[in-house]
């Protein structure tokens, strides 16, 4: 089984990040094929400025070998590293219908906040697609959010298939059983996210331990005190998904150890909990981040593992489609 999901490079990564996507790679490594591109081109789908993208993106190959990615037993890349990606795209754009990429739930959100927006940022979702169909991924492992992309994803591989003859493998995204939409310390009813959460409503995996501290100890709860997970307490749910992720007991479980205990009590235990998950990472990371040489090499042999078999897709891809070889 392949397994393949990318992250941007921008932004500090939060626990919604390490919740949802990368804890999840670290436990599949081991059992599947996995590929994992730092995607920068999808980065630039905002504006963004050259020198803190080139840090930025060494910083998150050194966090993501932090938490337990081992770029031995996976492949680590950076998208750009592979020029087989774009090139897909462009394929797969000529197969996606303006209407159905205008309508992704993601483009409308980020198009509203500004007025000059890119194209880029519309086709945003059919590189997505072109990073999973070049790798044949059978799974994609990643948060809710990414459920419309991961949709088209697999249109665009019927598609293509149905018209040229089977080429990609139709993949499936995956989503955890717990923490697949980490919330908003300050607002739970939105997700936390780097785009939209204020500085309190989201934990960095990089925060000091008192800041985690302090953000977990004023996240909102609800009106009530039972520690128990209900549609009506999305602040106490969130909190419970945190702490079970934290310490890998099971939500039930966790409830019963609260049971009357108070929010007060919880989220202070909550802030420890998270704090214990993320120390020793920051500690990894600042060694890493130390060794840019090291994590240039480590890049260097994920993008040509990565060239090898986007290559081989891409030549199939441009044969069915018609062009005639180079
Ligand atoms: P990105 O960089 O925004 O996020 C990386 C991963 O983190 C997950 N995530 C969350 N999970 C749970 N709760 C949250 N609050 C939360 N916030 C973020 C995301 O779902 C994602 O899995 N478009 C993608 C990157 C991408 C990709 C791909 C993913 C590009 N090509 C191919 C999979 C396959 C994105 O922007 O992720």
New binding site residues.
């Given amino acids: 089984m392949r397994v393949?999901?990318?992250?941007?490079p921008t932004?500090e990564k939060?626990?919604?990040?390490y919740?949802?996507?990368?804890r999840r790679w670290v436990a599949e490594q081991h059992e599947m094929d996995a590929f994992h591109?730092i995607?920068d081109l999808?980065a630039i789908t905002v504006p963004q400025e050259p020198e803190a993208l080139r840090e930025s993106t060494l910083d998150l190959v050194a966090l993501l070998i932090a938490c337990g990615l081992d770029p031995e037993v996976c492949t680590l890349f950076v998208?750009s590293h592979v020029p087989e990606h774009p090139r897909l795209a462009w394929v797969l754009e000529c197969m996606t219908p303006y209407g159905e990429a205008r309508r992704m739930p993601?483009f409308r959100e980020k198009s509203a906040k500004s007025e000059n927006f890119s194209v880029g940022l519309m086709t945003?979702?059919v590189?997505?697609a072109a990073?999973?169909l070049l790798y044949q991924?059978d799974v994609?492992?990643?948060?809710?959010?990414?459920r419309q992309?991961?949709e088209l994803?697999r249109d665009l591989a019927q598609r293509f298939n149905q018209r040229f003859g089977e080429t990609f493998v139709v993949p499936e995204g995956t989503y955890?059983e717990v923490?697949?939409?980490?919330?908003d310390l300050q607002e739970p009813t939105s997700?936390?996210?780097?785009t939209f959460s204020g500085d309190l409503g989201l934990v960095r995996v990089l925060d000091p331990p008192d800041l985690i501290r302090r953000k977990l100890r004023s996240a909102v709860t609800d009106s009530g005190r039972d520690v128990v997970r209900s549609e009506d307490k999305p602040g106490v749910t969130n909190l419970i998904e945190i702490m079970a992720v934290a310490t890998g007991d099971s939500p039930e479980a966790i409830e019963a150890r609260y049971d009357g205990a108070g929010y007060g009590k919880f989220k202070e235990d909550v802030g420890e909990a998270v704090v214990a998950l993320f120390d020793p990472i920051r500690l990894r990371y600042a060694d890493l981040r130390g060794n840019p040489g090291e994590l240039h090499a480590i890049l260097a042999r994920g993008a040509e593992k990565a060239h090898g078999i986007a290559a081989e897709t891409l030549a199939q891809v441009y044969e069915r489609v018609g062009f005639v070889p180079p």
């Fill in positions: 393949l999901s990318g992250i941007q932004g939060h626990l919604g990040n919740v949802g996507a990368i591109p995607v999808h998208q993601q945003y979702p590189l997505q990073d999973i991924a994609v492992p990643v948060g809710e959010d990414q992309h991961l994803a955890g923490g697949a939409k980490i919330m997700r936390m996210s780097t």
